[in-house]
Nanobody
Framework: QVQLVESGGGLVQTGDSLRLSCAGS????????MGWFRQAPGKEREFVAC??????????YYADSVKGRFTVSRDNAKNAVYLQMNGLKPEDTAVYFC??????????????????WGQGTQVTVSS
C-alpha cells in the first residue's frame, strides 16, 4: 500500500532552519504532485508548498506566508520530497504533513485533491 513518512521535525529557535523529508513507497512517485501542508493547534490544516510531477515540469508553488523562506524539492530516484525551511518564526509552529496527488496543476493547493497523506511531523519554533 502507499506510505508517506515524514521526518526532520523538531524544536528550534526563531530564525533557525529545518529540513523536512518525506519518503514515499507503494506508488510511482515521479507521477505524483507532492504537497506540504501544516496544521497549527486550534487551526485548520493549510497549504504550505508543493512541487508538481515531472510531466508538469516540477513546478513549485508556495503559500504567501512562507514564500522566500521555504523551498520544496524532490528526488524521484529516492522517492523523496523535501521542505527546506529557513528563517523560522513562532507562527510556523505546526504539524507538517506531506501528501501525494495526481490532480491537475490548477488544483495543487487544494488539500482535498491529494489522495495520500503522511502521519505528520511536529515543528516547534520558540521565540
Amino acid at each position: 500500500q502507499v506510505q508517506l513518512v515524514e521526518s526532520g521535525g523538531g524544536l528550534v529557535q526563531t530564525g533557525d532552519s529545518l529540513r523536512l523529508s518525506c519518503a514515499g513507497s507503494g506508488l510511482t512517485f515521479r507521477t505524483y504532485n507532492m504537497g506540504w501542508f501544516r496544521q497549527a493547534p486550534g487551526k485548520e490544516r493549510e497549504f504550505v508548498a508543493c512541487i508538481t510531477r515531472m510531466g508538469s515540469g516540477a513546478s513549485t508553488y508556495y503559500a504567501d506566508s512562507v514564500k522566500g523562506r521555504f523551498t520544496v524539492s524532490r528526488d524521484n530516484a529516492k522517492n523523496a520530497v523535501y521542505l527546506q525551511m529557513n528563517g523560522l518564526k513562532p507562527e510556523d509552529t505546526a504539524v507538517y504533513f506531506c501528501a501525494a496527488g495526481s490532480q491537475a496543476m490548477s488544483a495543487v493547493t487544494m488539500q482535498r485533491m491529494y489522495a495520500y497523506w503522511g502521519q505528520g511531523t511536529q515543528v516547534t519554533v520558540s521565540s
